[in-house]
Each structure stands twice: as structure tokens, then as C-alpha cells.
């Protein structure tokens, strides 16, 4: 009888604690960041050296799906640290790594509009390159209001922030590669602010009068040619 009560015990201090790990990893990938958080510009860098600014911008993005994942570590993800697994001296960065729990690939596009679905399945951004100039750029939303594309530019001219892309060295017109987060998947667009959701919530308000327009679909990534890439960049 002793040791049915003893290996009773035993399941039921293996089931809390199972229980008190899963509660304690849902309440983590459930936390809530802010636009504005995911905006900070505490979360973007500057490229340390001339030739990585696909490394730095990687590195921007990585942070930001960190942050929507929920992983508290996300400033432990640098240029540097993230160059210690994608990083070849003389060759570039790869087209897939990892690190720290998020992984990144590589993809071609042929337009603006394929940037847009992009972001439309990536709240975290993504990584915008041009091969001829060469030079890429965090790119981190879309406002559909304003057709307006915000990024983070790693050169050292550019401001630390989220800017409009039209303060960036680069035009998306001329972008045919890109890298995004495959890993952690389906993250969670940034939730406004208290005082900007009962702003939005009364705008909508005050237009639900206003008839829906339907748009025109966007283009789709299959069948994109590809193009060579050099790797070795502004």
C-alpha cells in the first residue's frame, strides 16, 4: 500500500509541474508587445563595418520576431551573434541559420507587390535586399492608408529608428532578395496602445458609414525568377 501512495504521489508532483510548465510557456508566447515597443529604438542597430548590412538588418528582424514570440532574451541578439552562425568572411551571409531559437531563409521577389504580402504574413518585418547596389534594409510594415513602407536602415547615415522608406538608400522598385523568419511562425501583428485603440475604435466608429471597396489581389512569390546574389555589400 506504501508504495502505491509513494508512486500516487510521485505522478501527481509530475503532472503539476508538467502543468505549471506549460501554463508558465503559454502566458510567455502570449505576451502582448506593444507597437510601440516593437518600435523602440533600443531594438534597431547600425551595421559595425562596411559589407554587413545584411547581417545587421538580419539581426533587427530576428529581434523584433523574438519580441512577438515573447522570448525575453531578445536583446541578446546582435550582429555579432548572429554572425557567429551566418557570417562567412569573403562570402556573405547564408541563405538559412539560425540562432537563438529563430531561423531565417532567404527568398527572391520580383516586385513591390510581393514585399507587401510579405509583410502581411511577417508583423515582425523583413530583411530587403538590392544585389546592385548592393545594400539591405529592415523592413518593417506596410500603412496601407498612407501607401507608406517603414524601415530600419543599418548604414550609418541613416537614422536608428523606424522611418519611412523614402529615407533609406535603397528603392524597393529595386529589391530582388529577401530574408524572413520561418521559425517561431504565425507571430502576432503589435497591439496598440490603450489610448490608440479607443482613438481607432472611435474613428471606425465614426466611418462604419462608409462602404467597403474591394481590392485587387496581390501578386504571388511562385514562379519568381532567380538571380544570382553577391554577396559582399555596402
Same mark, same amino acid.
Given at each position: ?13 509530475? $503532472? ?8 508558465? /510557456?503559454?502566458?510567455?508566447? #502570449? ?12 531594438? @534597431?542597430?547600425?551595421?559595425?563595418? %562596411?559589407?554587413?548590412? #545584411? +547581417? ?6 530576428? %529581434? %523584433? ?36 531559437? *529563430? ?19 511577417? &508583423?515582425?518585418?523583413? *530583411? ?5 547596389? &548592393?545594400?539591405?534594409? /529592415? =523592413? ?8 507608406? @513602407? ?11 529608428? %523606424? ?11 529595386? $529589391? ?17 496602445? /490603450? /489610448? ?14 462608409? &462602404?467597403?471597396?474591394? #481590392?485587387? &489581389?496581390?501578386?504571388? =512569390?511562385?514562379? +519568381? ?10
Amino acid at each position: 500500500m506504501k508504495k502505491w501512495m509513494l508512486l500516487l504521489s510521485l505522478v501527481l508532483m509530475i $503532472v503539476i509541474v508538467n502543468c505549471g510548465q506549460a501554463q508558465a /510557456a503559454e502566458e510567455t508566447a #502570449t505576451k502582448d508587445i506593444t507597437f510601440e515597443e516593437l518600435n523602440d529604438e533600443n531594438v @534597431f542597430i547600425k551595421q559595425s563595418r %562596411r559589407g554587413t548590412c #545584411t +547581417l545587421a538588418s538580419s539581426a533587427m528582424i530576428m %529581434r %523584433r520576431a523574438a519580441m512577438l514570440a515573447g522570448f525575453e532574451n531578445w536583446e541578446d541578439i546582435t550582429e555579432s551573434s548572429v554572425g557567429s552562425v551566418a557570417w562567412r568572411e569573403g562570402v556573405g551571409i547564408s541563405w538559412t541559420f539560425t540562432y537563438d531559437g *529563430v531561423t531565417m531563409t532567404h527568398d527572391y521577389v520580383s516586385s513591390v507587390e510581393d514585399l507587401k504580402k510579405l509583410l502581411e504574413e511577417h &508583423p515582425e518585418g523583413i *530583411v530587403a535586399y538590392d544585389s546592385n547596389k &548592393p545594400h539591405a534594409i /529592415a =523592413l518593417t510594415d506596410y500603412d496601407a492608408e498612407t501607401d507608406t @513602407f517603414y524601415c530600419s536602415d543599418p548604414a550609418e547615415c541613416c537614422a536608428k529608428a %523606424r522611418v519611412p522608406v523614402s529615407e533609406a538608400i535603397i528603392s524597393l522598385e529595386n $529589391v530582388d532578395v529577401v530574408w524572413y523568419v520561418t521559425s517561431p511562425s504565425n507571430l502576432s501583428a503589435p497591439v496598440m496602445a /490603450a /489610448a490608440e485603440a479607443n482613438e481607432a475604435e472611435e474613428n471606425t466608429e465614426a466611418q462604419s458609414v462608409i &462602404p467597403e471597396i474591394e #481590392t485587387a &489581389p496581390v501578386t504571388s =512569390l511562385d514562379n +519568381l525568377s532567380h538571380t544570382e546574389l553577391k554577396l559582399e555589400m555596402n
